[in-house]
């Protein structure tokens, strides 16, 4: 409380735990921002901003595998292709940045958000006295009909699943992760794979999602982790594009006009 705020009611209006700011002090969860500087890396810095402590190194290391996993997927994903036109139209870097993360919904950068509600529903089924397989299939069947973490359009097998589930499962060894959520998942691939010519594997959002439950995030956080993570990408798309010389750019070539139907 002070003359400006007498009362305390404008501090209290405005109260966090994630930080402290007062002339010449800056804490980021206690922690005087002069001490993680030079110490603490990024990923540790998402951890600690999010959940309040510092991750062990195993933790970190396992959360930064997810996040790198899913940095970029080519300017064919919607979002990529939207950072590269706003680009183009003269918004600026943030403005096209801004655009691209605003496109990451419920059917493009929602699916790892889904996968872990889809592995924790498998989990509570199995708490509640179900064996795994048949928690696993009466999650499924409760699901709609599009299924999020398994299958991909483009790939008949994810390359980002073997090394992410890899990891995991030494993460599980060692220790540092309990394994439900990819006892959950695999689980649900097993029985997805069964009695078809072509299985449908887990994907980027299925193998990190159960990185993201594993640690200990919550659902939501599997989306705002993944939209940390691909708006690495963004930039990136956008940069380049900034650097093309084109203008408006549309989405598809100027050659080619939509077709008209009545």
Not at 164 to 192: M, W, Y
Request: proline share 7%; glycine share 10%; charged share 20%.
């Amino acid at each position: 409380m002070n003359d400006i705020d007498p009362t305390g009611a404008v501090a209290a209006w405005w109260s966090t735990a994630i930080s402290r700011m007062e002339p010449g002090v800056i804490e980021l969860r206690g922690r005087p921002v002069q001490d993680l500087i030079g110490t603490t890396g990024l990923t540790s810095m998402i951890w600690l901003m999010l959940r309040g402590d510092l991750p062990t190194a195993r933790q970190a290391a396992l959360l930064e595998a997810a996040l790198v996993a899913s940095v970029d997927h080519g300017p064919q994903a919607p979002s990529i292709a939207i950072a590269r036109m706003a680009a183009t139209c003269g918004v600026g870097l943030n403005n096209a940045v801004a655009s691209a993360v605003n496109t990451l919904g419920d059917g493009h950068g929602g699916a790892g958000e889904q996968c872990v509600q889809l592995l924790d529903d498998v989990l509570e089924r199995e708490a509640a006295g179900l064996d795994l397989r048949t928690a696993a299939e009466q999650a499924i069947a409760a699901w709609p009909r599009y299924l999020p973490g398994f299958g991909h359009r483009f790939h008949p097998r994810d390359p980002r699943r073997d090394p992410l589930l890899a990891l995991v499962r030494d993460a599980v060894r060692d220790g540092v992760v309990p394994g439900d959520h990819l006892r959950a998942g695999e689980s649900v691939e097993t029985l997805l794979a069964e009695g078809r010519d072509r299985p449908v594997p887990m994907n980027i959002d299925g193998a990190t999602a159960i990185i993201y439950a594993e640690l200990g995030f919550a659902a939501p956080l599997a989306r705002g982790l993944f939209v940390l993570s691909r708006s690495i990408g963004i930039l990136a798309h956008a940069w380049e594009e900034t650097q093309s010389g084109q203008r408006n750019k549309g989405p598809i070539p100027r050659a080619i006009l939509p077709a008209h139907h009545a």
